[in-house]
């Protein structure tokens, strides 16, 4: 369906949860989930016996778990999706859930996450098997396939390592401002050209966090939102698209889909980047911050590594992004789309106190699947 289509501003998320960003022991993923989705519709002012759509995957049941996770919560929604296409599925799903409320096939709808990979293994969640014409190299997957993706950047363009570093560290400059985050200790780009390589040209402080998390976030049509308890957030527009599943089958290595997704997204919401405040990534890996703001439109293809210098992406700058630390310095817990969701809302709703960005009104929360392999976004904005 053209961008042209969404259903615009016609749903809103009206509650959003977190639960356990760090560590939480004893925990199953279901139970995690649970408490961020109770915390959710708590906030909007609904129980799960409101939620007729349930939209929900986790790091370790293959079919994403959504018929057990329903029946954990007690509740028989008329529509179920647990489609797991990684760290982007979770703005399909918000894509999915608008159009579905706006036909008026549901009511209410609960997007919900959880994981406990950091207490259970203590490894980053990777459930893809590999390919076996990558596989006689031995990379080490994901990270070599990102590593692939930057040291191609660094080629075509001139990227160099410490504005990869400049990634890291304005990631870090937000989680300071954020309890939540799970690193919150200063980095400097000395402490960053001092982190051990992983693959090269990326080392360990241009990797993701390996945590544990959940998040939730619930969403009704606009008419019914405004009588809720929480200010509405407005959909304005999602769009996904999928280029490649192995990284060696990337088309380019420094275009990913939402050079496409990105412009129906834009072109449904009818606003381009330069009318948007906050900007939530999906920064599994540095590069991908600089890669996205390119693909987004927010500089030319090539010029991201200039884009992010001198703070410019950090607090302060001219451009806020990841204002929660993002995967790099808040929390990631394999899969981390749906927390862009959840601060881009806290955001627009001016909740997110000392890093709140002022008079912040639109809004891109982005996902990333895969190892560049499938992307989605959002564009939210309040009256």
Excluded at 70 to 84: E, H, K, T
Excluded at 94 to 104: K, N, Q, S, T
Aim: glycine content about 10%; some cysteine.
């Amino acid at each position: 369906m053209s961008g042209e289509m969404f259903p615009r501003g016609k749903t809103a998320i009206v509650g959003v949860g977190t639960f356990g960003t760090d560590r939480a022991p004893g925990y199953e993923p279901h139970d995690m989930a649970a408490i961020a989705a109770r915390d959710a519709l708590r906030e909007a002012g609904l129980t799960f016996a409101d939620v007729d759509g349930l939209f929900y995957t986790n790091n370790v049941d293959t079919f994403g778990g959504a018929l057990s996770f329903a029946q954990y919560l007690g509740i028989q929604p008329r529509v179920l999706d647990n489609s797991r296409t990684g760290g982007n599925v979770f703005q399909s799903y918000l894509e999915r859930a608008a159009w579905l409320l706006d036909a008026g096939l549901i009511d209410c709808a609960l997007v919900a996450f959880g994981s406990n990979q950091a207490s259970a293994t203590g490894k980053l969640s990777n459930a893809s098997r590999p390919w076996p014409y990558e596989a006689r190299y031995k990379p080490l997957l994901p990270v070599s396939g990102y590593a692939l993706a930057a040291a191609r950047h660094m080629h075509d363009f001139g990227t160099a390592k410490d504005q990869l570093g400049e990634v890291a560290v304005a990631a870090r400059a937000w989680a300071m401002l954020n309890p939540e985050a799970v690193k919150r200790d200063p980095m400097t780009l000395d402490d960053y050209r001092a982190s051990r390589m992983v693959s090269d040209p990326l080392s360990v402080l241009d990797c993701c966090l390996v945590t544990d998390g959940a998040a939730a976030v619930v969403l009704t049509r606009s008419d019914r939102a405004s009588d809720l308890a929480k200010k509405p957030v407005k959909v304005l527009a999602a769009a996904s698209s999928t280029t490649h599943s192995f990284v060696s089958a990337m088309p380019d290595l420094t275009r990913t889909a939402l050079v496409e997704c990105g412009a129906r997204a834009y072109s449904a919401a009818g606003i381009g980047p330069q009318e948007i405040d906050v900007v939530e990534l999906y920064d599994a890996f540095t590069i991908n911050t600089i890669m996205f703001l390119e693909d987004l439109g927010f500089c030319l293809k090539g010029e991201g590594g200039r884009f992010v210098e001198g703070g410019a992406i950090a607090p302060g700058g001219r451009l806020p992004v990841n204002t929660n630390g993002g995967g790099l310095s808040c929390t990631h817990p394999g899969m981390y789309g749906l927390f862009t969701i959840v601060e881009a809302v806290r955001q627009l709703r001016g909740e997110a106190g000392a890093r709140q960005v002022q008079g912040a009104r639109t809004a891109i929360a982005q996902g990333n699947g895969g190892v560049l392999s499938a992307q989605a976004m959002a564009i939210l904005a309040v009256d």
